[in-house]
Each structure stands twice: as C-alpha cells, then as structure tokens.
C-alpha cells in the first residue's frame, strides 16, 4: 500500500482521510484504557525517539494512526522515556532551555515503519 504514494503531499491528503474517517468519540474511549503495545509499536517508537526526542502533536497523532496506538499513548510513552533516561543522565548535564516539539516528516515516519516491519506479525 504504501509503495503506491509518491510523495508526501499524497501521504499527507491520505491522513488526512483517516482522520476524517475517525471519530474523537473513539480517540476519547481509548484515552482511558492502559493499551499494550506490540514489538512492532515499541520498536517504532524506540527508532523515532533515537532521531526525535520531543515530536509535535501533529506528528504523534501520524504516527498513531500509522501504528494503531492513540496519540496520548505515544506522547506518555515519549514523556516515560525521557524521564527514565533523564534519571540515568549524570546530574551535570541538565539542560537550561526547554526543547521544542518538532514536526518530523512523513517520509521518516515510513522509513521507520519500513524497518521495524520484521516486527509486525511477532
């Protein structure tokens, strides 16, 4: 399916359509259910927060309907992350200035989930 979209803007116009599809009632339900992610979901997660410590609302709400999980799942998991590897920073390295969200582009996104489709049917 997804060699079929040659470009971003095509990726962009077909998320778009999922979410159009997709009701907030659905997202709100799931907001409050513990949901256990599959190897596929945290390898993916695990590869964009290698490259993307901090991504936007905008790209975890992509990412969600790319690998099923809702976007308050992804961004927990993010906000878990970086505190369990802030705990295990040495206390000297503290940053001054609060990092920004970053928006990462659709093709990374793919790429991602390309390489961790070995992962898919475990």
Not at 19 to 39: A, H, I, P
Not at 71 to 81: A, M
């Amino acid at each position: 399916m997804m060699n079929n979209i040659k470009t971003d803007k095509e990726f962009e116009a077909l998320i778009g359509m999922i979410k159009l599809r997709n009701s907030d009632k659905r997202q709100e339900l799931m907001r409050y259910e513990k949901v256990k992610k599959t190897r596929f979901q945290i390898e993916v997660l695990n590869m964009l927060y290698n490259i993307y410590k901090f991504p936007s609302t905008h790209s975890r709400k992509d990412l969600g309907l790319l690998i099923a999980l809702p976007q308050r799942c992804i961004q927990v998991w993010f906000q878990n992350t970086r505190q369990a590897n802030k705990k295990r920073r040495p206390t000297g390295s503290k940053r001054s200035i609060p990092p920004q969200p970053e928006e990462v582009p659709i093709s990374t996104l793919l790429d991602i989930i390309d390489k961790c489709q070995i992962y898919k049917n475990e």
